[in-house]
């Protein structure tokens, strides 16, 4: 059972142009959601977070949007570099507003972004 | 480098062989996670160290699989008589947790490189 889904494994956008990368999630506790970036031969890197009780959180060319009643988180990248070449993975955490202690990510398939130039 | 460091980046074996992995986290950092990620899959939860305690184990982990953090400093994941299926990269990650005015703070995952397992 996929709780945290991402359903294009890929997505190709030109270099200065808006990149969205889409993420559903399933599971109602989840509380606290992370993209992390992927090269080939490297481990994940964070790249944002946001707490189910925002709706939107930035950092450069990064901005990440939460729509908590349809669970459906999207990251925008703008403008699209061709740095931004590789697999982006959704996270998902529970518990973390509740005073909890659950630091399980739960991850989606990831997403192959492809900027071309 | 100061991120989590892990060793060996690859190894390969026959089926029926023990493996050991080992991860050196970020110093000050409290947790450590070990995570699994086969092809075309995102990494997926195996245990986590909080300190020396090992809090959380997913039933991924079948009793072939041990994972340590004697010191909650570094921690090994061994596999006993490795199977075909184990092949898959093995992911260490660590983190810096703690309250805030009442809530546990998130800190984010810092991954290492992975060690990639390939079981012949």
């Known amino acids: 059972d996929q709780q945290v889904k991402q359903n294009s494994p890929s997505l190709s956008v030109q270099e200065g142009r808006i990149s969205i990368l889409n993420c559903d999630y399933t599971?109602?506790?989840?509380?606290?959601f992370l993209w992390y970036k992927k090269y080939p031969a490297e481990g994940p890197t964070f790249l944002i977070s946001?707490?189910?009780?925002?709706d939107k959180n930035e950092d450069g060319r990064f901005t990440v949007f939460l729509n908590k009643s349809a669970k459906h988180l999207s990251l925008h990248i703008v403008p699209s570099q061709p740095g931004d070449s590789a697999v982006y993975f959704c996270?998902?955490?529970?518990?973390?507003?509740?005073?909890?202690?659950?630091?399980?990510?739960?991850f989606g398939k990831g997403t192959l972004l492809t900027v071309n130039p | 480098d100061t991120g989590v460091s892990q060793d060996p980046r690859h190894k390969i074996t026959k089926r029926g062989q023990n493996v050991t992995f080992r991860c050196d986290p970020i110093?000050?950092?409290?947790?450590l996670y070990w995570y699994r990620q086969t092809l075309g899959q995102g990494p997926e939860f195996l245990t986590y160290f909080q300190n020396e305690a090992q809090l959380e184990k997913s039933r991924l982990l079948s009793d072939r699989f041990s994972a340590e953090r004697p010191k909650g400093s570094f921690s090994t994941l061994e596999i006993q008589r490795t199977e075909q299926g184990d092949s898959a990269m093995y992911l260490c990650a660590s983190s810096l947790g703690g309250w805030d005015r009442g809530f546990f703070i998130t800190g984010e995952l810092f991954f290492g490189e992975g060690s990639r397992l390939t079981v012949l």
């Open positions: 946001i707490s189910s009780i925002k």
């Open positions: 599971n109602s506790m989840f509380d606290y």
């Open positions: 110093s000050e950092h409290n947790r």
């Open positions: 996270a998902a955490i529970s518990g973390t507003n509740s005073g909890g202690s659950n630091y399980k990510l739960t």
